[in-house]
């Protein structure tokens, strides 16, 4: 072997020994950025449905407390006590009486034209059920969250069951489903692809789309779906 020959082999060698960390630490650094976003996306959701499931039963709490009052008629009395409820729980924005499936009277006021909600869109167990419509209120046009078991009902705005701060450095995005029919109930973002119908109809857990990851996180008893996502674009930063 010419000497010219060995310096070559042994500058490539000396090249290699030094690029070869320096590649291998850059793609570990990439690895583990992909790590901690698809982690921090997954916290994410999970604390959303834990937070969800926390405000249904300050609501399920505030219903079953109302429920043992006995004047059910509309009275001061009554609509004292209704208050007291709302009032009790955080989560709970009002307390309002319906008969005949009419609401009558809240915590708040007396309503003149009674309203119906309809029928349920979701049934849950011990007489509990939810709604996700605009309340019976004049130019109030805003969908909120109903909780109830005859005779009350306790109103939530549906942004109090996705309130939760990403721990993270990330900007992540939350929305809230109805599994019933896959209906928008709450979300932090104004805009939302509608390419995650397609992946809860087929029970994906987790997909890609237009540049943003996807984590689904379902609770069956609840009724209900956290979807978080985030832009991957900081994925492509993270290799320099």
Known sequence: ?????????????????????????????????????????????????????????????????????NDNTCSQAHAEAMHRVALEYRYVQEVMFQEDEHVLCTSLESITHSATLGKPDRQGIHGFNAWYTTPPIPDFQRKMVYIGKKPHLALIDPMSFIDVLPFGNHTLNIAMIGLHNNQLIASNSRYISETWHEALEKGTDEFQSNDNFYVIRRDNNLGLAMIAWASMEPMTTAWY
Request: proline share 1%.
């Open 1 to 69: 072997m010419t000497s010219r020959k060995l310096i070559s082999l042994v500058s490539g060698v000396l090249i290699l020994a030094v690029l070869l960390p320096i590649l291998l630490s850059i793609y570990l650094a990439h690895r583990n950025a992909e790590h901690a976003f698809h982690d921090e996306l997954v916290e994410f959701a999970d604390h959303a449905l834990l937070r969800t499931d926390k405000v249904i039963d300050q609501a399920v709490s505030a219903i079953n407390d109302i429920n043992r009052f």
